[in-house]
């Protein structure tokens, strides 16, 4: 039988209610200004309101035309991301535009994220997907930001794959399926340690969680080597089940020009996005409002790190 066809009723399910796992769809709500309707003179104070507005607009692509990916791979390259790493991350964005002819994509640049934008408003990918490659699930957060960042993450001390975490048993499954193979074995074995699930307490005391986060980086010799103005923003998201912390959503973000891009996959079975933020209090803000209310009774809140430490936004 099929892989797909055989995971696709648990793909389905787990799409629907365990949405942080596969960063997949649920609603989301996002504060972001509206364009004035009002015909109003151009005084100070309202230019001033424009050119706020205009500041505090989040814009999105799906990384679906030539140009909006040229741009992205121009920036990538100012921060010396390898071209191998660059090659590989598009091979995937351009595999799941056309495994679902770019239905539902932004086809051309980028445009403003809808304050009630969700992933539902995308369509059911599923049926499309399997039809490309029954074998192969496709990509979701963690993998495409390893992409490109694998050489820029130190791992000395790695996990052998044969001890790969119960919350990767898809990405495991994804990576053996590739279509084209990215990672090497070494390569393999630092994926699943840098995203393994890490012992904790049933604690909602967030310290405790950030001193066991250092204590296992510590442990395994991880580290972030990343150029300033480029880093790996992660969710924590806290497991009551195994009493372990994962990375629950994670994506590349790049300061450019005085503003933030910040490259995500939403889900296996959702697309690539690139968004644009003015600065890191929208990016965080976008990332709460997602994955930020999934949380236990004796738990903590999801909370973001930025390279191994605290987000400071």
């Not at 074995?189 to 890490?198: A, N, S």
């Not at 890191?280 to 909370?303: E, I, V």
């Amino acid at each position: 039988m099929m892989l797909r066809t055989m995971l696709k009723p648990m793909l389905k399910i787990t799409i629907k209610y365990t949405p942080l796992l596969f960063a997949s769809a649920f609603s989301l709500s996002l504060l972001a200004c509206s364009t004035n309707t009002q015909i109003t003179t151009q005084t100070d104070s309202n230019l001033s309101a424009k050119k706020t507005e205009q500041q505090s607009t989040i814009t999105y692509s799906n990384l679906a035309d030539k140009a909006t990916q040229d741009f992205i791979k121009d920036t990538l390259q100012k921060y010396q991301i390898p071209q191998d790493n660059i090659d590989n991350y598009f091979y995937y964005v351009d595999y799941f535009n056309k495994a679902v002819a770019n239905e539902g994509l932004i086809k051309q640049g980028f445009q403003p994220l809808a304050p009630t934008a969700n992933n539902d408003d995308y369509p059911d990918y599923l049926a499309k997907l399997e039809k490309h490659n029954p074998d192969f699930m496709g990509t979701n957060c963690r993998i495409s930001s390893f992409t490109l960042l694998n050489n820029l993450i130190e791992v000395k001390n790695p996990l052998s794959t044969q001890k790969t975490s119960s919350m990767l048993t898809f990405d495991k499954s994804a990576i053996d399926n590739f279509p084209k193979k990215i990672f090497s074995d070494a390569e393999q074995e630092k994926f699943y340690t840098l995203f393994g699930g890490i012992k904790t307490p049933l604690t909602k005391d967030k310290n405790v969680h950030l001193k066991n986060i250092k204590a296992y980086w510590t442990k395994h010799g991880i580290a972030m080597n990343s150029p300033k103005g480029m880093s790996m923003i992660a969710l924590i998201v806290h497991d009551d089940i195994d009493n372990v912390l994962f990375i629950g959503h994670v994506g590349v973000l790049l300061e450019n020009k005085g503003k933030y891009i910040f490259l995500e996959k939403l889900s296996f079975d959702l697309p690539y996005q690139a968004l644009i933020f003015s600065n890191k209090s929208q990016l965080k803000d976008y990332l709460m409002h997602k994955y930020g209310k999934f949380t236990a009774p004796n738990t903590a809140k999801p909370f973001l790190i930025e390279n191994g430490e605290v987000f400071v936004d």
